[in-house]
């Protein structure tokens, strides 16, 4: 099974940046369609859907919430996902994971995701 464990997260102020590093280990074929999600949940609320990226072609799709914000990379030869976060708010804050899942499905759905990490806490201060 893949396994991912997230890191980077931490305090910064408003409008501040955060890079979250996302490594993979077990079985990743990156030729059959694997893809990281990255989601946050914050207090009170639900598990949410951020963003996107494929392993093969590095496609990505975000949450408008994170649309000229944040972008997501990876490094295949480091089985490693980003997550850069620029202009962070305070509604930024939330734990944030990154799971594995294999296309197709509905990747703003956390029930497509293979599993699931202890996540990384962001919080931003105003």
């Known amino acids: 099974q893949v396994r991912l464990a997230e890191s980077g997260g931490g305090l910064v102020q408003a409008g501040g940046s955060l890079r979250l590093s996302c490594v993979a280990s077990?079985?990743?074929?990156?030729?059959?369609?694997?893809?990281t999600g990255w989601f946050r949940r914050a207090p009170g609320k639900e598990r949410e859907f951020v963003a996107m990226i494929k392993w093969s072609t590095g496609g990505t799709y975000y949450h408008a919430s994170g649309k000229g914000r944040f972008t997501a990379s990876r490094d295949n030869a480091k089985n490693t996902v980003y997550l850069q976060m620029n202009g962070l708010e305070p509604e930024d804050t939330a734990v944030y994971y990154c799971?594995?899942?294999?296309?197709?499905?509905?990747?703003?759905?956390?029930?497509?995701?293979?599993?699931w990490g202890q996540g990384t806490q962001v919080t931003v201060s105003s």
């Open positions: 799971a594995p899942g294999r296309a197709p499905f509905d990747i703003t759905q956390v029930a497509g995701y293979e599993s």
């Open positions: 077990g079985p990743i074929d990156i030729n059959h369609d694997w893809l």
